[in-house]
């Protein structure tokens, strides 16, 4: 059993940054991984970003790479979502989800465990 817990959304002006974070419970680490989704209004929910818990190898969409950086604090259990230089296009619900997977994968229906989201809104 995985619980996530979700933090740090809110609001921010294009160009703005930042970071959210979703802490990990679970009893065994070792082959976990941790991925972002979102869902804007009206859209299907899509793949942001994931990394592997032990190793540290990460996976990016093409919409949000060199400006969304993902990474794990293991002492801390706890994955964080640094999002710069963030765009109107990036507003949506950002989604923590966790599985045990080979490897940091994008496809959604392989993550076994999801937070209960936040809201991320880029604006003027």
């Known amino acids: 059993q995985v619980q996530l817990v979700e933090s740090g959304g809110g609001l921010v002006q294009p160009g703005g940054s930042l970071r959210l974070s979703c802490v990990v419970s679970?009893?065994?680490?070792?082959?976990?991984?941790v991925g972002w989704f979102r869902q804007a209004p009206g859209k299907e929910r899509e793949f942001v970003a994931a990394v592997t818990w032990v190793g540290g190898s990460t996976n990016y969409a093409d919409s949000v790479k060199g400006r969304f950086t993902i990474s794990r604090v293991n002492a801390e259990n706890t994955n964080t979502l640094q999002m710069n230089s963030l765009k109107p296009e990036d507003t949506a619900v950002y989604y923590c989800?966790?599985?045990?997977?080979?490897?940091?994968?994008?496809?959604?229906?392989?993550?076994?465990?999801w937070g209960q989201g936040t809201q991320v809104t880029v604006s003027s």
């Open positions: 679970a009893r065994a680490f070792n082959k976990l991984v």
């Open positions: 989800a966790a599985g045990t997977l080979w490897g940091p994968t994008s496809e959604q229906t392989a993550y076994n465990y």
